[in-house]
């Protein structure tokens, strides 16, 4: 956390991010947010799963399929874009860039995964439900219809989950090069991300003018 705090705060005053808290969301950008998002956490889920099922020593601990989001994100394009949604979706270029490293860190260096497991599922565990009321008012949804994707329904109790995740972490068989390695990688999604909200800026600028 105190790594990736600078860009963690360059992340939130990124424009599409600042006007979200601001409730200020085009839900023509929000679902192509939610599309981007299903293609990275498809990769992520992919990889991880992978290495949690063959014992991976890192990747495996800090694994927990609770977290997962690819189910819910479904669920939410099925809502945005129809039962057809997977001919109707593709990652924008921002996107193919972040799962191309995610698969890439995947063969080379699986153990920096787990920098950009942290900065996604730790983030959606924390703000999700503040966010999905954002959501939820902007654009005038109801229920849970579009928003399954901030709802851990796995998971009953949030406060007990991280500080389990925090011990899964602080017990990794990893040393002090291999920790600022995950940390340097952490900031690295963090600017994955940022550059998938830039992209979506544009399209914001146009709905607000």
């Not at 929000?30 to 949690?52: C, K, N, P």
């Amino acid at each position: 956390r105190e790594g990736t705090k600078k860009a963690h705060t360059m992340a939130e005053n990124t424009g599409f991010v600042s006007c979200f808290l601001k409730g200020v969301v085009d839900k023509a950008s929000y679902r192509t947010l939610v599309a981007d998002l299903f293609f990275v956490y498809s990769a992520m889920e992919e990889e991880i799963g992978r290495l949690r099922s063959t014992g991976h020593p890192v990747v495996g601990p800090v694994g927990f399929p609770e977290l997962n989001r690819r189910n819910s994100l479904e669920q939410d394009l099925a809502y945005y874009f129809g039962d057809n949604w997977r001919n109707s979706v593709k990652p924008t270029s921002a996107a193919q860039q972040y799962v191309a490293r995610l698969h890439q860190l995947a063969q080379e260096a699986p153990e920096l995964l787990v920098g950009h497991h942290y900065t996604r599922y730790i983030g959606d565990l924390s703000g999700g439900q503040i966010l999905k009321n954002i959501a939820q008012k902007a654009m005038n949804l109801g229920g849970d219809d579009g928003l399954h994707f901030y709802e851990f329904d796995a998971i009953s109790d949030e406060k007990a989950f991280k500080g389990t995740y925090r011990s899964a972490m602080d017990t990794l068989p990893i040393d002090q090069p291999m920790a600022d390695r995950i940390v340097e990688e952490a900031n690295e999604a963090f600017h994955l991300n940022m550059n998938m909200f830039k992209e979506l800026e544009g399209n914001l600028v146009a709905a607000i003018g």
